[in-house]
């Protein structure tokens, strides 16, 4: 069963404390993505990994680093959250660089307050 | 720059209406396009995508898409829309060769009345 998870479903945080994000799929795809969701603003790219310890900022990376140490997880930090960073983050996948589908998880909700 | 434009933010429909959701983008390379569903609080799942060949292509549940290389356009389509159908639709344009970075729409959202 192809599957994107994503975890936790929901958060909420103060400013200042750090985020973790973790993102799993089981279907060994080689790049993963990180966007975040908001109302007006459709999806944005923080960050895309091609592999293991292979990653390259997106188009909003500032606020963000990520972790990738197994193929099959994929990890979202924020370092001392803003509230302007109040989203929905989505994790996606897909079999390799250059292939086009891409598989979502559902999303975390994350509130900074 | 790349861009794609959904027309329209929102459309209203009843069950069993036809249907014809917009998208244009600007590229002139060679590019897939593709369409996305997310249902409300859900992840976006894929439905289609063009590269080359027949300009129609068929998806999920129904849904077909056709490129026009001249209008720059690739609008999804259904002959009979069903309440389940009711979701946000992304049109996405990626670079062939841009290591899968995707372009978004802004999303239409479509909504079906019984």
């Known amino acids: 069963d192809m599957k994107v998870t994503q975890m936790p479903r929901y958060l909420i945080k103060r400013m200042g404390e750090n985020v973790l994000l973790e993102c799993g799929q089981d279907m060994s795809h080689e790049t993963m993505y990180w966007y975040r969701q908001d109302p007006g603003l459709g999806l944005q790219l923080i960050y895309i990994?091609?592999?293991?310890?292979?990653?390259s900022e997106g188009d909003i990376p500032k606020g963000y680093r990520v972790s990738r140490k197994k193929r099959e997880h994929f990890s979202l930090i924020l370092d001392s959250a803003k509230t302007n960073q109040t989203s929905v983050y989505f994790c996606?996948?897909?079999?390799?660089?250059?292939?086009?589908?891409?598989?979502f998880g559902p999303g975390t909700r994350l509130t900074v307050l | 720059t790349q861009t794609v434009s959904q027309s329209d933010a929102h459309v209203t429909v009843f069950e069993g209406d036809s249907v014809e959701l917009r998208c244009n983008y600007s590229?002139?390379?060679?590019?897939?396009l593709s369409w996305y569903i997310q249902h409300h609080g859900h992840g976006l799942q894929f439905l289609l995508k063009?590269?080359?060949?027949n300009p129609v292509v068929q998806g999920v549940n129904g849904f077909e898409a056709e490129f026009s290389k001249s209008d720059s356009s690739f609008h999804l389509r259904k002959a009979s829309v069903h309440w389940s159908d009711s979701a946000v639709y992304f049109c996405?344009?990626?670079?062939?060769?841009?290591?899968?970075?995707?372009?978004w729409g802004l999303g239409t959202s479509l909504v079906v009345n019984p």
């Open positions: 590229y002139g390379g060679s590019i897939y």
């Open positions: 063009y590269y080359s060949g």
């Open positions: 996405a344009v990626n670079n062939v060769g841009d290591n899968s970075k995707l372009i």
């Open positions: 990994s091609y592999d293991v310890d292979s990653n």
């Open positions: 996606a996948s897909s079999l390799s660089t250059g292939d086009h589908e891409q598989y």
